[in-house]
């Protein structure tokens, strides 16, 4: 993986690729590559190890145009991130492939190919597959059939671009498991693993579904599914704004979506409340029966979704008495789950195209759940089509691979649910106007809380040579220091745990000394008291405490302590309110540390294999 940009037209397409990839560049990557076809000139390919604007300055150096073209950003899988490994690949000057996913029998077909004189350029398991498509190529005569022939015999994920260089005008795409779309427009067409790499040349898209393999050519395309059969899929008409990637006076994308949160909860609250109450069928038309019947909720995620699902078991258990249980999705897949009587199975999923969570929902359906409910902000994703109910956020495109207000954006829409549940098993209407009430200032408190920002990043440069950092929490707190351990480690490079703060006799105290600082998230709610016995068995050990509090601890003059003062809020709502502040400071000790905050090493925004 991570991006693939595709284009079939009569103008150069290099602009349109280099542009698409610019676009996809948040998903994270390694390298990057593009190959331009035109009529009677073969391939031009440039390739290099590093970013997108590199790929650019090659292009200048050395440039190319085509009517036909792939181009791609590669997250190394298979094979160390190199020029060689880069896509797209090559085979004998004829078939060119661009792939996302991983190929799992990719060994066998490199020995058979290897025994039928084939000779490999690259360490990686796409190579095989531009290999064989041109063996079938050569059989069948016909570059559709040579890709839907591959198709049947390559097993795992993928997403393909390919092009011949006989036939300049036409392009075959596949997928199964990695996303895929085709951008349409007026004698021309696109393939993108992202609708939002070819905002610039269309709204039009066609959402490819697993198995399907799509035949391009300028004027028309004809898409055939996993049987064989010629299908029609639905035009769909994106309004995502062509200007979600720019950063609008923001250093970073990441700082920009941190301040647009307030914006994001409102934006999801919109026109989902009516005359006080939440409206159910925001959750899908049968929401009503579902939830009706529902006894259990049943969560999987990854990453983020998997932190904003561990506080919704809170808010479930205690506001709506529902059973909750949680599952990180890679390990759901491989377990053998017990699934009660009326359980209401819920996927979330920032991107809706993670595999883990795909496979989980698929999973499911097999399952005697009573439903599948999918909470995602994508709505052209995988996850929106396969999934029985859909609730939307509406945080809009999010380019940092942090997660930051998709996140805050799934646990309004968990509150809500949450509200809707506890309506069903007798939650007045009082209440409930208490619980709307407190969601509709929430955009006002969040705004409250990044006021901190000076502070926040006067804090962060105490953090600039540390190695480690413990966060503590307890109940819905808990969650929250996890995520903020997450965003710490994962844009700074900080070695970050997150415990419960009652397990600090269990193991952690032994790590606890004058260089590994403590955060706790400490609101004053009804475990304060026990947190601040907690902290106080880390002081006695040396260690510096940095405590995110409204109120109830009143040391800040003591040397071994800061205290980061968020305003006071409702308890229900305090986890959204205090992650922002965790978000911020996480981002300012990165910005001084030097890291690549947009796009950390290592890590792609959309985890399209396992």
């Not at 690949?89 to 799992?104: Q, R, S, V, Y």
């Not at 995502?240 to 609008?248: C, G, L, N």
């Not at 999801?268 to 909720?297: H, P, S």
Request: glycine residues 8%; contains cysteine; aromatic residues 6%.
């Amino acid at each position: 993986m991570c991006g693939i940009v595709g284009a079939v037209a009569e103008r150069n397409v290099i602009p349109i690729l280099l542009e698409g990839l610019r676009r996809l560049e948040y998903r994270g990557y390694d390298s990057a590559g593009i190959v331009a076809l035109n009529e009677g000139a073969g391939f031009n390919r440039l390739r290099v190890l590093g970013k997108v604007n590199e790929l650019a300055q090659s292009i200048v150096a050395s440039p190319i145009h085509g009517s036909a073209g792939l181009a791609h950003t590669r997250w190394a899988t298979h094979g160390k991130p190199s020029v060689n490994n880069a896509h797209p690949h090559i085979c004998k000057d004829e078939i060119a492939l661009a792939h996302n996913g991983i190929i799992e029998n990719h060994e066998s077909f490199r020995a058979k190919q290897i025994s039928a004189g084939h000779t490999f350029s690259s360490e990686t398991d796409t190579e095989v597959v531009v290999n064989q498509i041109h063996s079938h190529l050569q059989e069948s005569g016909d570059l559709f059939t040579a890709v839907k022939d591959t198709t049947t015999e390559i097993e795992g994920t993928y997403a393909l671009g390919v092009i011949n260089h006989n036939e300049p005008g036409r392009l075959v795409a596949a997928r199964k498991g990695s996303p895929m779309v085709i951008g349409v427009g007026i004698g021309e067409h696109f393939i993108s693993s992202d609708i939002f790499a070819l905002l610039p040349v269309t709204r039009q898209f066609i959402v490819l579904e697993d198995g399907d393999v799509a035949d391009l050519y300028r004027e028309r395309v004809i898409i055939f599914d996993r049987d064989g059969n010629q299908v029609d899929r639905p035009v769909i008409f994106s309004e995502t704004p062509v200007d979600s990637a720019d950063k609008t006076g923001y250093r970073h994308y990441m700082l920009k979506e941190i301040f647009t949160q307030p914006a994001a909860i409102a934006d999801t609250l919109e026109g989902r409340i009516e005359n006080g109450r939440f409206i159910e069928a925001e959750f899908g038309a049968a929401a009503g029966d579902v939830l009706g019947q529902a006894e259990n909720i049943h969560i999987i995620a990854c990453g983020s979704s998997y932190h904003a699902g561990l506080i919704a078991k809170y808010w479930l258990e205690a506001e709506a008495g529902i059973q909750c249980s949680v599952d990180i999705a890679s390990e759901y897949r491989y377990r053998s789950p017990v699934v009660p009587v009326n359980t209401l199975f819920l996927a979330i999923s920032q991107s809706g195209e993670t595999l883990d969570v795909l496979e989980a929902l698929r999973l499911a359906g097999s399952k005697p759940y009573l439903a599948r409910l999918a909470i995602c902000n994508v709505p052209e994703s995988s996850l929106t089509r396969e999934a029985d109910m859909v609730f939307l956020t509406r945080a809009g495109i999010e380019i940092g691979v942090a997660s930051t207000k998709t996140f805050t954006t799934q646990l309004v829409a968990l509150l809500m649910l949450t509200a809707l549940l506890a309506r069903r098993r007798g939650l007045g209407e009082e209440k409930e106007a208490q619980l709307i009430s407190q969601l509709e200032k929430l955009p006002g408190r969040v705004n409250s809380v990044l006021e901190l920002n000076g502070r926040l990043k006067k804090l962060a440069e105490e953090f600039i040579y540390k190695n480690h950092t413990l966060f503590l929490g307890r109940g819905t707190m808990l969650p929250v220091a996890m995520e903020g351990a997450l965003k710490l480690k994962e844009i700074s490079y900080i070695h970050a745990e997150a415990y419960a703060a009652g397990e600090l006799k269990h193991g952690p105290l032994a790590l606890v000394d004058d260089d590994m600082p403590i955060i706790a998230v400490a609101p004053n709610n009804r475990l304060l008291g026990k947190l601040s016995s907690n902290l106080q068995e880390v002081s006695a050990r040396g260690a510096r405490l940095y405590i995110f509090s409204d109120s109830g601890i009143d040391r800040e003059t003591n040397s071994d302590m800061t205290i980061i003062r968020v305003p006071p809020v409702e308890d229900i709502i305090t986890p959204i309110v205090y992650t922002v502040p965790l978000q911020l400071f996480s981002y300012h000790v990165a910005v001084l540390k030097g890291a690549d905050v947009d796009q950390p090493r290592n890590l792609a925004k959309s985890v399209t294999v396992e």
